[in-house]
């Protein structure tokens, strides 16, 4: 495993020690899961960014789906 150096904020420092407290767990240990966590984030937020960009998909009317979807007028 790799090893890294971060400088945070006093305030951070006390909140990741209170929630490894709380978790039973290491600092090294939740700074790692954070890290997993927000990867896995940010992968789903770039599809998603990549699939609204996408000039081929159609943009959709939600009242025209919803009518559709419920078989009924709305108005």
Known sequence: ????????????????DDAASQLLRSRADVV?????????DFEDVAVAIEALQDPS???LDWDT?????LGRDLG
């Open 1 to 16: 495993m790799t090893q890294i150096t971060v400088r945070l904020p006093q305030d951070l420092v006390a909140a990741l």
């Open 32 to 40: 790692r899961q954070a890290i997993e966590y927000y990867l896995d």
């Open 57 to 59: 998909d159609p943009v």
């Open 65 to 69: 789906v919803r009518r559709d979807l």
